[in-house]
């Protein structure tokens, strides 16, 4: 959780830094941000938790190499562009053509289309192993995913939503992932908590021990 006050408006602006210069080591961000160094190296560490920040190192010349900081796919996310109004449009234009029933049935379908890849990789695994396969899965789809095993359940946690800015005008996006946590677990997933209602994390119950079942295609 950010610190009150000043840390979330500095790791804002650290990250407005990020999307207008690109790319940029500790010591431009301190100058752009007007904070010092060290404390620049902490709000970049909290970022690069959460996905939002990552960095590489540079060659310029001669001398050692440089690291550069930059936003992630996640950390673009975070700010609404051209084509993300696109997509909030033509989602606009599906809901107010098709009903309901079918809008939900697209949504799930893309889940099973992402699942499709997986599918052969399912077949005799145990619960540990499906939630291995759970996490790259929605690794590449963007996700950031964490779990803990607490009693006879299984606390699946979400620390980031690359859907957020569309879920908020369209919550019916949020069926993707938990389709995917439940097919990939052959368990339906229970959602409680929700980043859209306010909540630091997305979070899916689901029971320790299954029998397992192949999601269909």
């Known amino acids: ?11 804002q602006r650290v990250l407005d830094t990020l999307l207008k210069q690109k790319r940029c080591t ?3 961000l301190a ?29 310029h010349g001669v001398g050692r190499p440089r690291r550069s900081y930059f936003l992630t796919e996640n950390g673009m ?4 562009t051209r ?8 989602l606009e234009q599906m809901k107010d053509r098709l009903p309901s029933s079918m809008v939900e049935s697209l949504f799930s379908q893309m889940a099973k289309d992402v699942i499709s890849d997986y599918k052969g990789e399912l077949e005799g695994l145990s619960m540990d192993e499906r939630l ?14 964490e779990w803990e095993l607490a009693g006879d359940q299984y606390h699946i946690r979400e620390t980031n939503c690359p859907y957020y800015h569309v879920g908020q005008n369209h919550p019916e996006v949020c069926s993707v992932d938990q ?17 859209l ?21």
Request: proline share 6%; with cysteine; net charge negative.
């Open 77 to 80: 996310e975070r700010f609404p």
């Open 132 to 145: 291995k396969v759970l996490k790259e899965m929605l690794n590449n789809e963007g996700f950031n995913i």
């Open 179 to 195: 389709t995917l946590i439940s097919s990939v677990l052959a368990l339906p997933a229970e959602k409680v908590k929700c980043m």
């Open 1 to 11: 959780m950010d610190e009150p006050g000043i840390s979330k408006t500095t790791r």
């Open 31 to 59: 100058e752009a941000v007007e904070i010092n160094p060290i404390s620049v190296r902490h709000h970049i560490s909290r970022l690069e938790a959460e996905g939002l920040v990552t960095s590489a190192e540079e060659r």
């Open 197 to 217: 209602h306010g909540d630091q994390t997305c979070t899916y119950i689901v029971p320790s021990s299954i029998q397992i079942k192949e999601p269909s295609a």
């Open 83 to 90: 084509y993300m109004r696109l997509t909030m449009r033509l």
């Open 26 to 28: 500790i010591n431009e």
